[in-house]
């Protein structure tokens, strides 16, 4: 059974660059996209983006320009790049997986990693 699990700072000051990892544990198949996702306070969902695997990226597109998504298959992570935060920023952030086909929802999450954006 995989687990996911993210990490990285949980304070992050306004104009910096936000990274987060996620952390495969378990097998990894070549059927699934590695999403990553957040819940700010008081609010729903939010995807970010997804890598595929073969390692093609996709993104929301009202967050693409200050998005990156990449892995390192080597240690079976990957990784998420946010620039120039804002408070608007903070939130929950989740990695998850979601089976390479049509319909299919997400089937593995992280628990989630708390995101503050302060000076």
């Known amino acids: 059974q995989v687990q996911l699990q993210e990490s990285g700072p949980g304070l992050v000051k306004p104009s910096q660059m936000l990274s987060l990892t996620c952390t495969v544990f378990?097998?990894?198949?070549?059927?699934?996209?590695w999403s990553w996702i957040r819940q700010p306070p008081g609010k729903g969902l939010e995807w970010l983006g997804v890598i595929a695997y073969d390692g093609s990226t996709y993104y929301n597109p009202s967050l693409k320009s200050r998005t990156s998504i990449s892995r390192d298959t080597s240690k079976n992570q990957f990784s998420l790049h946010l620039s120039s935060v804002t408070p608007d920023d903070t939130a929950v952030y989740y990695c998850?997986?979601?089976?390479?086909?049509?319909?299919?929802?997400?089937?593995?999450w992280g628990q989630g990693t708390q995101v503050t954006v302060s000076s």
């Open positions: 378990g097998d990894i198949s070549t059927n699934y996209a």
């Open positions: 998850a997986r979601k089976p390479l086909i049509a319909g299919s929802k997400y089937d593995t």
